[in-house]
Nanobody, 124 residues
Framework: QADLVESGGGLVQTGESLRLSCTTS????????AAWFRQAAGKEREFVAAIGHGGGAIFYADALKGRFTISRDNVAKQVDLQMNSLIPEDTGVYYC?????????????????WGRGTQVTVSA
């Protein structure tokens, strides 16, 4: 199990931006796909974005395309999520995942490691 630590969450107003980061000390970070998920209060965790081990394969939840951008730095062992034009519906805890299976349009997180999450709150 890899140790994943998310950071960058906070309280912002509608229309503002946040950049989340997920870092790890895993020696095999560069071998695995990674993803971001989020969970709003009272709702199930949902897929946000995924990126392949080399950064070449990238997929987003359809509703988030154009506002969110996922990226990774295999030297720094970091996966980032740039979130622009935030709206209250983006409020939730954002989780990083490493080691899942990336596929066309999504990501299977059945195996791998989760971070503890970082809270994002968007006020109206």
């Amino acid at each position: 199990q890899a140790d994943l630590v998310e950071s960058g969450g906070g309280l912002v107003q509608t229309g503002e931006s946040l950049r989340l980061s997920c870092t790890t000390s895993s020696r095999v970070f560069n071998l695995y796909g990674a993803a971001w998920f989020r969970q709003a209060a009272g709702k199930e965790r949902e897929f946000v974005a995924a990126i392949g081990h080399g950064g070449g394969a990238i997929f987003y939840a359809d509703a988030l395309k154009g506002r969110f951008t996922i990226s990774r730095d295999n030297v720094a062992k970091q996966v980032d999520l740039q979130m622009n034009s935030l709206i209250p519906e983006d409020t939730g805890v954002y989780y990083c995942h490493l080691g899942g299976r990336i596929y066309e349009g999504g990501y299977d997180a059945e195996y791998g490691s989760w971070g503890r999450g970082t809270q994002v709150t968007v006020s109206a």
